[in-house]
């Protein structure tokens, strides 16, 4: 596609509920990222794909939050257990291998209820 | 602990106007990166900036980075409506970006 796509653009989760929220990158793009941004913060890092491979997952909250990336294209990130605390815009970047340049989707708002 | 700290948060500024954003890093990283993010959008890579020195300019706006000083610029030449949004720099680090937490611009009339 022409961008990276993120669905769905918004999700309303009962608290308990768990949620998965997908992320399609620029068709071949390696890297894959995805970020958590709170309302009037900057992006926070939560975890890295290198194709399949899950390189860097320091920035996951809890083990309640899981990503998966299992062909190294789509990748799914699923928060189970939702608590208000998670309600963010959860954002999906991508970029070829050795890129300094990401391209972002335009986020899953995540509203806690 | 990595930190990128931008200032100032909030900026409102007339139209015509010249201004500077600046933004402070903690890590050895000789590159930088800044975004623009509109209301309910997602980020749009603004400029690159790859080595100590690098200037680059793109319309009315103008980033530079000093690595010796771990310090980034992002100048506003005569603003205009347009450019009302908030803007992010971020270290890129290895695999991950540290973000600051932003800097919302409003150019008024």
């Known amino acids: 596609g022409a961008g990276v796509s993120q669905s769905p653009r918004y999700k309303v989760a009962k608290r308990g509920q768990d949620v998965a929220l997908r992320c399609d990158p620029i068709?071949?793009?390696?890297?894959l990222f995805w970020y958590q941004q709170a309302l009037g913060q900057g992006p926070e890092f939560l975890t890295y794909f290198q194709n399949e491979a899950q390189l860097d997952k320091s920035g996951l909250p809890s083990d309640r939050f899981f990503a998966e990336r299992p062909e190294g294209s789509v990748s799914t990130l699923k928060i189970q257990r939702t608590q208000q605390e998670d309600s963010a815009v959860y954002l999906c970047a991508s970029s070829f291998i050795g890129s300094y340049e990401a391209f972002f989707g335009q986020g899953t708002r995540l509203t806690v209820v | 602990e990595l930190k990128v700290e931008q200032n100032p948060l909030f900026l409102s500024m007339q139209e015509g106007k010249n201004y500077t954003i600046y933004c402070n890093y903690s890590t050895t990283s000789d590159r930088l990166y800044w975004y623009r993010q509109d209301p309910g959008k997602s980020l749009e890579s603004l400029f690159v900036?790859?080595?100590?020195?690098a200037v680059k300019q793109e319309g009315r706006l103008m980033a530079s980075l000093d690595t010796k000083a771990r310090l980034s610029t992002l100048h506003i030449t005569a603003a205009v409506h347009d450019l009302s949004a908030t803007y992010f720099c971020?270290?890129?680090?290895?695999?991950?970006?540290?973000f600051g937490d932003g800097t919302t611009l409003t150019v008024k009339p």
């Open positions: 900036l790859l080595s100590n020195g």
């Open positions: 971020a270290d890129p680090g290895a695999g991950k970006s540290t």
């Open positions: 068709s071949g793009h390696v890297s």
